[in-house]
């Protein structure tokens, strides 16, 4: 039987690792952030793999600490025109 098989923290952080200076300091979305948001959203087809992200996520939320700016990140997939079903949060619950 074949599993599923979840995203890296890799995969996600490679993604995402552009949108880092628009998330603590704001001013325009470079460009290639966006990109990677959407070849996230892509890339995260199940359920594991969409938990698995939110996890990276939050990992990576609590190293950058209160440098973060959660309104910027829970606005970053609208900004991108990416809809995602969950809310880009600290709070958010990755097992739902």
Do not use: F, K
């Not at 998330?23 to 325009?28: C, D, E, K, V």
């Not at 959407?38 to 209160?66: E, P």
């Amino acid at each position: 039987m074949a599993s599923e098989a979840a995203i890296s923290c890799r995969a996600v952080t490679s993604n995402l690792g552009q949108c880092v200076g628009y998330l603590l300091r704001g001013g325009a979305i470079p460009r290639g952030c966006c990109l990677g948001v959407r070849r996230l959203n892509y890339m995260a087809r199940t359920t594991r793999d969409r938990q698995q992200a939110c996890r990276c996520i939050q990992g990576t939320a609590r190293v950058l600490g209160s440098r973060l700016n959660p309104g910027r990140a829970a606005r970053l997939p609208g900004a991108c025109r990416v809809r995602i079903a969950y809310p880009i949060s600290a709070r958010t619950n990755c097992n739902r």
